[in-house]
């Protein structure tokens, strides 16, 4: 990214944190990446008899951690800033070749 995006980013006040780490398991870490990002019911009510977690807890831990996966602010920012850059020098630069050629630039 560019160098001067990220303190862009913190004098407009946008955030460098990003999601919150889940509490590491195993067994559902297992579930999460081979069987499924947001298990049904009847395999909620299978992992809560097995880990002994109230469903609840069991529902909370799948969406921490598929928020974990997904980019702060901060980096979607400077991704952002990183696009706006490439493209308005692009278009500039097309402009200015454009402006160039004599039958758009003395027209």
């Given at each position: ?83 706006l850059t490439f493209y308005l020098y692009?278009?500039?630069y097309g402009l200015r070749f454009l ?9």
């Open positions: 990214a560019l160098p001067i995006s990220k303190p862009c980013a913190l004098r407009l006040g946008i955030q460098a944190n990003g999601p919150h780490r889940v509490q590491p398991n195993a067994i559902l870490e297992k579930v999460f990446t081979s069987i499924t990002k947001s298990p049904d019911g009847k395999r909620l009510e299978g992992l809560s008899k097995q880990l002994d977690w109230d469903t609840r807890k069991i529902e909370r831990w799948f969406r921490d951690r598929r928020n974990q996966d997904k980019p702060s602010t901060l980096t979607k920012f400077c991704e952002s800033m990183w696009r692009i278009f500039s402006w160039s050629t004599p039958q758009i630039g003395r027209a």
